[in-house]
Every structure is written in structure tokens, then in C-alpha cells.
């Protein structure tokens, strides 16, 4: 049977390969991920978010994330001074918020009363998680860092421990994720991924 199969696709496969040009590129791949934010712990204690989109499950058993961080920004800094933070996934209803996360620094301006003009003033988390939460997500993450950072040019990529999760009652939101290529169809960020100025 199987030889049947590879007998009938061998003519499709080299048709479409013959017709196949590849060309080299410098242009890496667009590619469509979850959007998330993660707030973390400034110095003071008040929290700071950020957009994130490289966040991705690596384990199961322990359940294990990798996030990576870009190095200027303060989730970098607070990330590194205490090794925690909370990734809540974004949903649709998020997108106008976009520029306040990720295309502004919380060291210069305060995203938390972006977030309120915008109609998400930030919740109190649960007792055991310090970092205030913004409201509407399709779920939320507690990471704690295991190991030591990896350099990845401007970005350092840290594995994390997922120590606790939430996601809000009744009918699961996922279908309402939002992702970057939305973003990118709503003309909010670029092809590589930065905010756009509305």
C-alpha cells in the first residue's frame, strides 16, 4: 500500500519541486506568535509591563517556559534583579494597548494609567503573587527563573518555572487570543515585530 501511495505522489513531488525556485534571502521568515505581557517588579515595588512574543512552553513535567528579554528595557532589568515575573496571554480586546506595553519605556512613562485611559486599570493578584494584573487575559502565568541567562545578541533567553497558573472563569477565551499577525494586519506593529506609533 505504502508503495502505492509513493508511486502516485512521485510525479506530483518532482512537478512541484521542478517548478520550486529558492532563492537566497536576508529576510528571516514572518512568523505569527501569541502575544503576551509580563509584569514585573520595579525597584520600588510598583510593577512595569511589557509586550512579549518570544514565550514559548518547553516541558511538561515540570512545565517549563522560555521567554526571551530584550536588554534595554526595565522587564529586563526587573526580570534579572528578581527572577520572576507573571506572562499573561493577550486577547483582541488588548490591541490598542500595544504601543503603551511595548513601544514606550515604563521608565518614562506610566503605563499603568495608559492602561486605565484605555478602559484596563490593573488588578491586585493573588495574595502569594505580588505583581498587579492586567484584566481581560486569556490566561496567566507565575515564571520563576531556573538557570542562568542565555545571550541572544539583544535579547538574553531565560527558562523558567511555571510556579502558578490562572485563567478566568466560564467559557475559555482562546479562540480570542490575540496574535502578531493581527497586530500586523491592524497596522500596530512592524514585519519585525516593533510597535507602531498610533
Known amino acids: 500500500m505504502a508503495s502505492v501511495a509513493r508511486a502516485l505522489l512521485l510525479p506530483f513531488c518532482a512537478s ?54 530584550y536588554r534595554p528595557t526595565a522587564t529586563h532589568e526587573n526580570f534579572l534583579n528578581r527572577r520572576s515575573g507573571v506572562l499573561q496571554r493577550l486577547c483582541g480586546r488588548h490591541a490598542s494597548l500595544v504601543y503603551a506595553l511595548g513601544g514606550r ?9 495608559a492602561c486605565a485611559a484605555a478602559g484596563f486599570p490593573w488588578l491586585e493578584s493573588p495574595e502569594t503573587w505580588e505583581e498587579r494584573l492586567l484584566p481581560g487575559c486569556a490566561s496567566y502565568l507565575r515564571l520563576v527563573q531556573v538557570g542562568e541567562l542565555q545571550s541572544c545578541g539583544e535579547h538574553d ?39 507602531i506609533e498610533p
Open 105 to 113: 519605556s515604563g521608565r518614562d512613562d506610566d503605563k499603568a494609567a
Open 157 to 195: 533567553l531565560v527558562l523558567c518555572r511555571v510556579e502558578g497558573m490562572l485563567a478566568p472563569g466560564g467559557e475559555a477565551m482562546d479562540d480570542d487570543a490575540l496574535s502578531s499577525a493581527q497586530l500586523r494586519e491592524m497596522g500596530i506593529i512592524t514585519d519585525r515585530g516593533k510597535a
Open 16 to 69: 512541484a519541486a521542478a517548478g520550486l525556485a529558492l532563492q537566497p534571502t536576508e529576510m528571516p521568515p514572518v512568523l505569527s506568535s501569541p502575544v503576551y505581557s509580563l509584569a514585573t517588579l520595579n525597584a520600588d515595588g510598583t510593577t512595569n509591563m511589557q509586550i512579549t512574543t518570544y514565550a514559548t512552553p518547553v516541558g511538561v513535567s515540570p512545565r517549563l517556559w522560555a521567554i526571551s528579554l
